[in-house]
């Protein structure tokens, strides 16, 4: 008997304990929101706590790559409206792609449901194959994953098209099928030996996703780093979008003065010129509009119809001026992308594809650069600011 109270007494002590540091971690976050908001880490895309906390009036700014390019600029949505009223959070880097910002939409939405969120499309994610194997489970969270199967406000039918190209996507790694198998049979079978390992190996898994995101957090010293990106304030308070545009056009300018296709000179010496001297395809072909990532796509918009959110889709194009040399039009794709948001009553596309040959839109061949900044940030300013 004494034993059992002694097991009892520390397992009671070890509860406690478990939520005592819960508690203490989400004040960390909390305390710390402004710097998480503007902080770029994979830990942190993966941890529904860390995502959700503070929720009142954010606005996630879903994107892949492109979220990587020109930081430190005082253009850079975070940087740019840091001291406003419009709450920003990003959440991506390359191969972040519509899938898995549908399991994160669905996840975050089971603690508290955005108004409104963003999501910028890149051509590049639309290739024949969609996501790659290779490359999806380096971007997978378990976390969102549970979370969006316990969100009851989405339907059985995103859910289990969700578990089936995570299935298919993750099928390379034992581990993960299995455990998703799991989560899988617990979602559609309700067998109590798989509920109770999804819900305690789920709350096991959030804590140490949000524990190992903090630690990260901490170790990057990402608050020292954010206080040092010296911001202009009266960039965005006295906000003149053409003489921005030239000013950022001007400096775009001095940095591409290696090749003619606006791509900034190190990306051109690393990446392009090797291409480049191969000679121009004279034959110019439409790339292909036959991707899973369509249907991605879709279920990207479903999730939001279902959870009565609105979605900005920002079609970003691709430097027109380089994949014209390389024989590949974008065309089709984006009138693809027209038919298919037109479809949703609570989709606003911002169609920026008339800007593909504009020089300096881009900083390379398909990242956002000096001019493109600007005309997202005014985007932003126009759809999301103060009516």
């Not at 090749?259 to 001297?277: A, C, L, P, S």
């Not at 027109?320 to 590949?328: F, L, N, R, V």
């Amino acid at each position: 008997m004494k034993k059992l109270i002694a097991i009892g007494i520390v397992f009671v002590l070890m509860i406690v304990t478990i939520f005592g540091y819960n508690s203490y971690l989400d004040k960390f976050v909390v305390e710390n929101e402004s710097d998480f908001n503007r902080y770029l880490s994979y830990d942190k895309f993966w941890s529904n706590d860390i995502l959700s906390k503070n929720q009142k009036d954010k606005i996630y700014l879903f994107g892949s790559s492109e979220l990587s390019s020109m930081t430190t600029d005082n253009y850079y949505p975070s940087n740019f409206f840091a001291n406003s009223n419009i709450n920003l959070e990003l959440v991506g880097g390359g191969y972040f792609q519509s899938l898995n910002h549908a399991i994160t939409l669905g996840s975050i939405s089971n603690v508290s449901t955005p108004k409104e969120v963003i999501l910028f499309l890149s051509p590049q994610w639309f290739q024949q194959g969609g996501v790659g194997k290779d490359a999806y489970p380096g971007r997978f969270s378990e976390d969102h994953l549970i979370n969006f199967l316990q969100n009851n406000n989405i339907s059985k039918e995103n859910k289990e098209y969700v578990l089936n190209r995570n299935l298919d996507l993750l099928s390379n790694s034992e581990t993960l099928t299995k455990r998703v198998n799991t989560y899988k049979r617990a979602y559609e079978t309700g067998n109590i030996f798989d509920v109770l390992y999804t819900n305690v190996y789920g709350k096991f898994n959030r804590l140490k996703q949000k524990y190992s995101s903090i630690q990260l957090f901490k170790k990057e010293k990402v608050k020292e780093t954010i206080e040092n990106i010296k911001i202009d304030e009266t960039v965005y308070n006295n906000f003149d979008f053409q003489k921005s545009l030239k000013i950022m056009g001007n400096i775009g300018e001095k940095e591409c003065t290696n090749n003619e296709f606006g791509v900034g000179n190190d990306y051109w010496n690393t990446y392009v010129n090797e291409i480049f001297k191969q000679g121009e395809v004279k034959v110019k072909q439409e790339v292909n509009t036959e991707s899973p990532e369509f249907e991605d796509l879709k279920l990207f918009l479903n999730v939001a119809k279902e959870l009565g959110i609105k979605a900005h889709i920002f079609l970003i194009p691709v430097n027109a001026y380089w994949y014209d040399y390389i024989g590949e039009k974008f065309n089709n794709y984006y009138v693809k992308i027209k038919e298919i948001t037109n479809n949703y009553g609570n989709v606003n596309l911002i169609d920026f594809s008339s800007y593909q040959y504009e020089k300096y839109f881009f900083k390379d061949i398909m990242h956002l650069g000096w001019k493109g900044w600007v005309r997202v940030d005014e985007a932003i300013l126009n759809e999301l600011g103060e009516k």
